[in-house]
């Protein structure tokens, strides 16, 4: 997610246009710039919206509940009240969330970050469509930290989202008991040790 934020501060900053808004975000600046971020929410349905910061991203539903996932703790925080998170600026602003709890908050945390991920792999295609793959290399080169480049985006974000629902279910099935054949074969991450 570091990246990625990265990557949205300089869609924002692209000489030709901020890609944020070209995408459709609407933009509230914070009062007080120093310790806060621009909020940048879109709609995706009626009832649900993702925001972004520079420190993060906040995926809210009306049935769900809503989920951040930050620049530098992956790990999602979750409330059950799908509006926090509409006045933020600040990672203070959205203290209200916290890990999931028992096997219904992970259930709506996992569908969230699902829907995130996804999202996310939606938008770098976009990017690629609109600014061109060459714009997202060079952003990607700047950033300095990886090998990614525009072409592989997408497809990573996918993964992800598929990997992190197996690692739900995986905690889903152990939680409830379930044998072994009926858990995800996923070894790589384990959030049944986060289960209370």
């Known amino acids: ?85 509409r006045q933020a600026h600040t990672p203070a602003d959205v203290s209200s969330l916290a890990v999931p709890w028992g096997p219904d908050e992970w259930r709506r945390a996992g569908a969230l970050l699902g829907i995130a991920l996804s999202w996310t792999a939606s938008y770098e295609r976009w990017v690629t469509a609109t600014a061109g793959a060459e714009y997202r290399d060079r952003v990607l080169t700047a950033w300095g930290h990886g090998r990614d480049r525009a072409a592989t985006l997408p497809g990573a974000w996918r993964r992800l989202a598929f990997e992190c629902d197996a690692v739900v279910q995986r905690g889903l099935a152990r939680a409830a008991g379930l044998p072994p054949a009926c858990r995800s074969t996923l070894s790589r991450f384990d959030l049944a040790s986060t289960q209370p």
Not at 8 to 30: E, H, M, P, T
């Open 1 to 85: 997610m570091h990246q990625q934020c990265w990557c949205w501060g300089q869609d924002i900053r692209r000489d030709q246009g901020n890609l944020l808004l070209a995408f459709g975000f609407s933009r509230v600046r914070s009062a007080d710039p120093r310790p806060g971020s621009s909020r940048y929410t879109v709609t995706l349905a009626p009832g649900r919206r993702i925001a972004v910061w520079g420190w993060g991203l906040l995926v809210a539903d009306i049935d769900l509940g809503a989920a951040l996932i930050g620049r530098y703790a992956f790990g999602p925080r979750y409330s059950r009240n799908w509006r926090v998170g």
